[in-house]
T-cell receptor, first 111, second 116 residues
Framework: GEDVEQSLFLSVREGDSSVINCTYT??????LYWYKQEPGAGLQLLTY?????DMKQDQRLTVLLNKKDKHLSLRIADTQTGDSAIYFC???????????FGSGTRLSIRP | DGGITQSPKYLFRKEGQNVTLSCEQN?????MYWYRQDPGQGLRLIYY???????QKGDIAEGYSVSREKKESFPLTVTSAQKNPTAFYLC???????????????FGDGTRLSIL
């Protein structure tokens, strides 16, 4: 079945780059997403990538997709304190009208 | 502004009591979703609806019920049959998912349900 996995925690120094990784099992996903969740709030869509793309860049965010290894990553350049949040990767599967979410990676920023 | 409104933000339930969580959207979206979020876990789909008067069970529908009488509204009832209802509940909506088209889900700010 479909599954999406992420590491639970990541700590980076302010100003460094953050790289959040995600692996998925089902290669039939059509879109892969990154969402950000701040404390006590809902999820905010950060960016997405279509499954026929390898890379997408949007300002400080870079998404890399390795379809062979079923690996997705989100790189945040020049990480700021406002980037502290939980980041979820998720995949939309054409076999069902639903999105499968990973367990989320909590990003903390140290001075 | 267009968006999704969930209410209340905090809700307390007594043992054996049913409670209803509200979700309203003014984005003119056909599809609406309910998720449950537990600490250290991803979002799990409870129910979803792609059109008015129709809805489908998600992965963890037991102990929950929904209705979709209006396009704008998708209330979730947590029944007494749900033995572990304490969680953060998130509602989302999107345009109807179609093959080859990107239709992002927009989320409300959630309702935190606790047992007294």
């Amino acid at each position: 079945g479909e599954d999406v996995e992420q590491s639970l925690f990541l700590s980076v120094r302010e100003g460094d780059s953050s790289v959040i990784n995600c692996t998925y099992t089902d290669s039939s996903s059509t879109y892969l997403y990154w969402y950000k969740q701040e404390p006590g709030a809902g999820l905010q869509l950060l960016t997405y990538i279509f499954s026929n793309m390898d890379m997408k860049q949007d300002q400080r965010l870079t998404v890399l997709l390795n379809k062979k290894d079923k690996h997705l990553s989100l790189r945040i350049a020049d990480t700021q304190t406002g980037d502290s949040a939980i980041y979820f990767c998720a995949g939309l599967y054409s076999s069902a009208s639903k999105i499968i979410f990973g367990s989320g990676t909590r990003l903390s920023i140290r001075p | 502004d267009g968006g999704i409104t969930q209410s209340p933000k905090y809700l307390f339930r007594k043992e054996g009591q049913n409670v209803t969580l509200s979700c309203e959207q003014n984005l003119n979206h056909d599809a609406m979703y309910w998720y449950r979020q537990d600490p250290g876990q991803g979002l799990r789909l409870i129910y979803y609806s792609q059109i008015v008067n129709d809805f489908q069970k998600g992965d963890i529908a037991e102990g929950y019920s929904v209705s979709r009488e209006k396009k704008e509204s998708f209330p979730l009832t947590v029944t007494s049959a749900q033995k572990n209802p304490t969680a953060f509940y998130l509602c989302a909506s999107s345009a109807r998912q179609e093959a080859g088209r990107f239709q992002p889900q927009h989320f409300g700010d959630g309702t935190r349900l606790s047992i007294l």
